[in-house]
């Protein structure tokens, strides 16, 4: 009795061979992403971070303002003074 050989002597040997790999198919098109509401929201709150602090400390139109109200006499009454001693009562919770 004869016994011709099929295939290799190793049986895992076809399962060794590296096949060729196939490109990406690309779809036409524009790329594109979704962001989250968090992803958002973050990125406004960095944005107005961002912009508080390169904003100056001093806002000069609202200095002008004042010095503008302080220069008339008659600005400073007793409704002005009620309102700023509220206001300090307030701030500091007495």
Do not use: C, W
Not at 12 to 22: D, L, M, R
Not at 47 to 68: C, F, G, T, W, Y
């Amino acid at each position: 009795m004869t016994i011709e050989r099929l295939g290799p002597f190793d049986p895992i040997s076809q399962y060794n061979k590296a096949e060729k790999a196939s490109k990406p198919v690309r779809l036409p098109g524009k790329d594109s992403i979704d962001l989250s509401e968090e992803a958002k929201s973050r990125a406004e709150l960095y944005r107005l971070s961002e912009k508080v602090r390169m904003s100056p400390d001093i806002r000069e139109d609202r200095v002008a303002e004042v010095k503008k109200k302080l220069e008339d006499p008659n600005y400073i009454d007793d409704r002005i003074k009620g309102i700023v001693a509220d206001r300090i009562i307030d701030i500091f919770g007495l």
